[in-house]
């Protein structure tokens, strides 16, 4: 490998993360990868090389995080591409999830990543330098029926994504929102998915959405090893987009809601134009 970078990579012990840093190590690459479960981090990665650092990380508590960071800057001396991945699906209307299953989805897939990025930047600004890919979903863009906190995290990370983007340009880092369709990872299993605990009979546009999901499992159109392929293109880019799409299904929807949105803007313009002061 010509050019080995440093990476840092969360939720790494299955899935999208998992691939990702397998691929990373076998193309050469050195990886900081983050789990809940370091043993299962350190079994499903399969390697005792020198260039991977396993790291069992509460993404969650920052001080846990900061240990992890802290570890990985030591053990390679510099961050270059900060992945985070870590995220889980939550179905439910609003109605039925609770505070708690409302804000767990938020520490894991919102806070958490921030966290990461809280942590990492003061490395990334001194080397003026680095890039964070931030992974959202198609459902940050376009949600589904059903699926209306998950969609509310992953707009959260597209927003952030965006305007951090524009904070950090000057200190010469970079920033992609990663938002990808289905893929075939373990995302939507039993062990990935959480269900609000106290559904309401009356939503059942909600659970016919949640099985239309749940039967897609293993079939999924999209291959996680293009998808660790097409993030590592990514970041090796001089100019690598602010948001980038993953999948078919994602290119599709999110082309549908542009038509959508602006087809909507359109249709009420001029009531939208209407608020100003008549100076
Ligand atoms: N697969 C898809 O269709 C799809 C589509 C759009 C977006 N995404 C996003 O892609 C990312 C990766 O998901 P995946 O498809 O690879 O799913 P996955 O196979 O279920 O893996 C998810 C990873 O996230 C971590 N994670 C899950 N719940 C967590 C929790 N409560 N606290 C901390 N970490 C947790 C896990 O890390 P550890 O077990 O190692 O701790 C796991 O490795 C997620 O952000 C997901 O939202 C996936």
């Given at each position: 490998m010509s050019n080995p970078k440093i990476w840092f990579v969360t939720g790494a012990s299955q899935g999208l993360g998992?691939?990702?840093?397998?691929?990373?190590l076998r193309e050469g690459h050195h990886v900081a990868a983050t789990s809940r479960k370091q043993a299962s981090l350190v079994q499903a990665v399969g390697t005792t090389s020198f260039a991977f650092l396993p790291l069992q990380v509460d993404l969650a508590d920052e001080a846990s995080v900061r240990q992890g960071i802290?570890?990985?800057i030591n053990t390679f001396g510099r961050l270059d591409v900060v992945v985070n991945n870590?995220?889980?699906?939550?179905g439910g209307s609003i109605e039925e999830l609770t505070d708690a299953e409302t804000?767990?989805?938020f520490d894991v897939n919102v806070f958490g990543g921030l966290n990461v990025i809280r942590q990492v930047l003061p490395y990334m600004r001194k080397a003026q330098a680095g890039h964070i890919l931030n992974i959202s979903s198609i459902a940050g863009i376009t949600p589904a029926t059903g699926w209306a906190i998950y969609a509310a995290t992953k707009f959260a990370v597209e927003g952030f994504s965006e305007a951090l983007a524009q904070d950090v340009a000057p200190f010469g880092i970079k920033v992609t929102a990663v938002a990808p369709g289905a893929f075939r990872t373990n995302f939507l299993t039993p062990e990935s998915l959480v269900f609000a605990q106290?559904?309401?009979?009356?939503?059942?546009a909600v659970r016919a959405s949640h099985e239309k999901y749940l039967a897609m499992n293993g079939a999924q159109a999209g291959d996680p090893e293009k998808a660790a392929a097409a993030i590592m293109q990514v970041a090796s880019e001089s100019n690598p987009p602010v948001h980038l799409l993953l999948g078919q299904d994602a290119y599709q929807r999110a082309t549908q809601k542009l038509e959508t949105f602006g087809r909507e803007m359109q249709a009420w313009q001029p009531l939208t134009v209407s608020t100003e002061f008549a100076e």
């Open positions: 998992l691939t990702l840093v397998k691929r990373l802290e570890q990985a870590a995220g889980y699906g939550i804000r767990q989805a106290q559904p309401l009979e009356a939503y059942q």
